[in-house]
Structures are given as C-alpha cells and as structure tokens.
C-alpha cells in the first residue's frame, strides 16, 4: 500500500514538471526575435565586434533561463542592462518561444 501511494506521488509530480517544461511555439517566437536580431543577428550569428554573443547553437532551456535571469536581475554581465531591459516586456511564454525560435537558427 505505501508503494503504490508513493508511485502514485511520483507520477504525478511527474507529469506537474512535464507541463512546466512544456516547449516554447517557435512560430511565435520568430516575432519577437525581431527585437533581438538587432544585436544578435537575423541568424542569431551574433556581433563579435559589438560583442553580441552567437545565439545559434544553445539549448532551448538554457535559452529561456538565461532571458528570465537578465530579466530578474540574477545574471549580471556586461550587457546585463542592456538585456534587462529588453526583457522587462516580456512573459514567460514570450521568453520560452524565444528560445523555441532561436534553437531553430542555424
């Protein structure tokens, strides 16, 4: 009986953590990624002169993670004003389809 009430638990908090790791929509990520083109790029090949890292080749989540740190603050760098602000305006959703788009770049 405490098995079955245990798997039971851990299924469920599997399935609550599947949904709140669900995938970005890149569609609509490739909208707001305007913004972004600007200093990364329309490819996200990013601007070594201006010091604007390359976005291609990330990983979707680590994406999204690093937009919700510079948003909060919790990511200090360089360009972390810059970035601050250019988060200031956006959801969570906006932020996981960002990253949904710019996993498509190449």
């Known amino acids: 009986m405490k098995m079955t009430v245990i798997a039971a638990?851990?299924?469920?908090?599997?399935?609550s953590f599947g949904s709140a790791i669900a995938a970005g929509d890149a569609a609509a990520g490739k909208a707001?990624?305007?913004v972004c083109a600007g200093c990364h790029g329309?490819?996200?090949?990013g601007n070594e002169a201006l010091k604007y890292p390359?976005?291609?080749g990330l990983?979707?989540?680590y994406v999204a993670q690093q937009l919700r740190d510079f948003k909060s603050g919790?990511?200090?760098?360089?360009m972390a004003a810059t970035?601050?602000?250019?988060?200031?305006?956006?959801?969570?959703?906006?932020?996981?389809?960002?990253?949904?788009y710019v996993v498509t770049l190449k």
Do not use: C, Q, Y
């Open 9 to 15: 638990v851990a299924i469920a908090l599997a399935g």
């Open 54 to 56: 390359k976005l291609t």
């Open 32 to 34: 707001k990624f305007a």
């Open 59 to 61: 990983e979707e989540g």
């Open 42 to 45: 329309p490819t996200g090949a």
């Open 74 to 78: 919790k990511r200090n760098t360089p």
């Open 83 to 100: 970035m601050k602000a250019m988060t200031a305006g956006l959801s969570d959703a906006d932020m996981d389809n960002i990253a949904a």
